[in-house]
C-alpha cells in the first residue's frame, strides 16, 4: 500500500471500490435453504422481537440473560436483571456467545471416524466398548459440573459402569482456596466477598473486576458502592497488570515471594505474626505499612481477597485475615458435585493414558489439549487411547468421534451460580438448531 502522503483521488477510489466489494462478497447467499414457519404462532408477527429468560454457563457456573428471538431465532443475549449472577449486564463472554450458535463449523450430528453419524449409532458404541467392561479402563472427563441433571446422569452413569472414572477439571480451579479452607474449616468452602459493603479492599493477585463467572456482579456491586457510599479505599499487590489493578488508590508489583513475605509482614500488623520478619523492596514496605493501618482502622468493613493463581499458604492467611478483620464475605458450601483437586486429577489421568491403562475416554465440555499445561503431554496421551469421544462445537480438530455440542439457548437444562441459585437453562428456539436433539440424551449402556 503507497503511503497516505502519495495516495491520489484514483487510488482512494480504488481503495473503497476494492471494500466494496469484499462487503458485498461477505454478504452472499448462505449454503443452505432459511424457510419461513409452515405454522405461524397465534398471535405473533414476523419481525417481532420476543424476549425470553435463560441462562448461559461459564466454567462451570449459569449466569442469566435474556436472549431476543425474532422469528424463532436468537439474534442477541443481554443480561438477566432478576439474575444475581447477571443483575442485567453482559461481559464479553455472553455478548459473543451468540456467535457460536450460527458457527458454520459448528458440529450437528455426531461424527464418526468414517464420517457423519447419529445418536443411535454413538449409543451401540457405548454400549458394545464400555459395558462389558463395567467401566474399567473408562474415563469421563468434564470441566466443573454444577447441573443436577448432569449429576445425577453421570451417577446413573457410574451405577451402570461402577469401575468408569470420572474427573472434574477447568483451566482456572479452584484447588488452592478449597485446599485451605478445608486447613481452616475441616471442610472445602468458598470464599464469597461482598464488595459493595467493604471500605478498604486489599488485592493480593486478585482480579474480581477481572474475567470470570462472577466478574458481572463484582462488577455491579462495585458501581453501586461507588454511587452510594464514600469510594473504597483499594490496594492492590499484584505479579501482572489487572482490570482490578487499574481501579485501585495504590499498586505495588511483586513477583511470588516478595507477596509471600508481604503476607508474612501483614500477619504481623494484624497481631498474628511472631519472629523475625522478611525484608520487602521499600515501595512494598510502604504499601504493606499503609494497608494495614487502613485495614485495622476498618475493621468489620475491610476485605483481603486472595487470587486464584496464588498458592494455598496465600489463601489460608486471606481467610485468617478476614476473620480476624470480621470482613464483609460469605462462606458457602462448593455448588459442584466434585471437590476433588482439578490438576492432580488431570495429571494423574495423562499419567494413566500414558501408561494405556485407560482403554475410552469420553471428553464432555472440556478441551486439555489447548488449554492442559503442555508437560502433560495430553494430546499425545489422547493418541495412545483405542477409543475416544467428545461432544465439540466445532469440527475443526480431527479427534474421531465427534459429538455435535448443544449451544446454551437451545436446549433445556439446570445450572447453578457460584452463590447457589438453581438457574434453569432453557431452549427457546428448534429452529435456531436445526436440530430436535435433547441437550442430555440418556444413553442405555445396559
Known amino acids: 500500500m503507497p503511503p497516505v502522503s502519495a495516495l491520489d483521488r484514483r487510488a482512494i477510489l480504488r481503495l473503497i471500490a476494492t471494500g466494496a466489494a469484499t462487503l458485498l462478497a461477505s454478504c452472499g447467499r448462505p449454503k443452505e435453504d432459511i424457510h419461513p414457519l409452515a405454522n405461524q404462532p397465534e398471535g405473533t408477527l414476523p419481525g417481532t422481537v420476543r424476549r425470553y429468560a435463560t441462562a448461559l454457563p461459564l466454567a462451570g457456573y449459569g449466569r442469566g440473560v435474556t436472549g431476543l428471538v425474532v422469528d424463532e431465532r436468537p439474534i442477541k443475549l443481554e443480561g438477566l436483571a432478576a439474575h444475581p449472577a447477571s443483575l442485567g449486564s453482559t461481559d464479553p463472554f455472553i455478548e459473543a456467545a451468540i456467535l457460536d450458535l450460527y458457527d458454520p463449523q459448528r458440529l450437528r450430528a455426531p461424527f464418526g471416524p468414517t464420517g457423519p453419524s447419529n445418536w443411535s449409532a454413538l449409543a451401540a458404541l457405548f454400549r458394545e466398548q464400555l459395558a462389558p467392561t463395567r467401566g474399567r479402563g473408562v474415563a469421563v472427563l468434564t470441566g466443573r459440573v454444577t447441573s443436577p441433571t448432569m449429576l445425577a446422569q453421570l451417577a446413573a452413569a457410574r451405577t451402570a459402569l461402577p469401575e468408569m472414572r470420572h474427573v472434574s477439571w477447568e483451566p482456572f480451579d479452584d484447588d488452592a482456596p478449597l485446599a485451605a479452607a478445608r486447613a481452616a474449616f475441616g471442610r472445602p468452602l468458598l470464599a464469597r466477598p461482598r464488595l459493595q459493603d467493604a471500605d478498604v479492599v486489599l ?244
Open 203 to 446: 488485592l493480593l493477585d486478585a482480579d474480581p473486576l477481572g474475567p470470570g463467572p462472577e466478574q458481572i456482579a463484582h462488577a455491579r456491586n462495585w458501581s453501586d458502592r461507588r454511587r452510594k457510599a464514600p469510594m473504597h479505599r483499594l490496594y492492590s499487590i499484584e505479579a501482572s497488570p489487572s482490570l482490578s489493578g487499574s481501579m485501585v488508590d495504590r499498586r505495588q508489583a511483586a513477583g511470588p515471594r516478595d507477596l509471600a513475605a508481604a503476607c508474612h509482614v501483614l500477619a504481623a500488623a494484624l497481631g498474628g505474626g511472631s519472629g523475625p520478619l522478611p525484608t520487602l523492596p521499600p515501595q512494598l514496605e510502604r504499601l504493606v505499612r499503609d494497608a494495614a493501618r487502613d485495614l485495622k482502622a476498618a475493621h468489620g468493613r475491610a476485605l483481603v481477597i486472595a487470587g486464584e493463581r496464588q498458592p494455598e499458604a496465600v489463601h489460608a492467611f486471606a481467610a485468617w485475615a478476614n476473620g480476624v478483620l470480621a470482613a464483609p464475605q460469605d462462606w458457602i458450601a462448593p455448588v459442584s458435585g466434585d471437590v476433588s483437586p482439578h490438576r492432580g486429577g488431570l495429571a494423574a489421568l495423562a499419567d494413566d493414558m500414558h501408561a494405556g491403562r485407560i482403554g475410552a475416554l469420553v471428553v464432555l465440555d472440556a478441551n486439555p489439549v489447548y488449554a492442559a499445561a503442555p508437560a502433560l503431554g495430553f494430546k499425545q496421551a489422547m493418541a495412545r487411547v483405542p477409543s475416544r469421544s467428545r461432544p465439540a462445537v466445532s469440527a475443526t480438530k480431527p479427534v474421531p468421534p465427534r459429538n455435535g455440542a448443544c449451544h446454551s439457548p437451545t436446549f433445556w437444562r439446570t445450572g447453578t451460580t457460584g452463590a447457589h441459585p438453581m438457574a434453569p437453562l432453557r431452549s427457546r428456539s428448534r429452529s435456531s438448531t436445526r436440530s430436535s436433539t435433547p441437550a442430555h440424551r440418556p444413553l442405555s449402556l445396559t
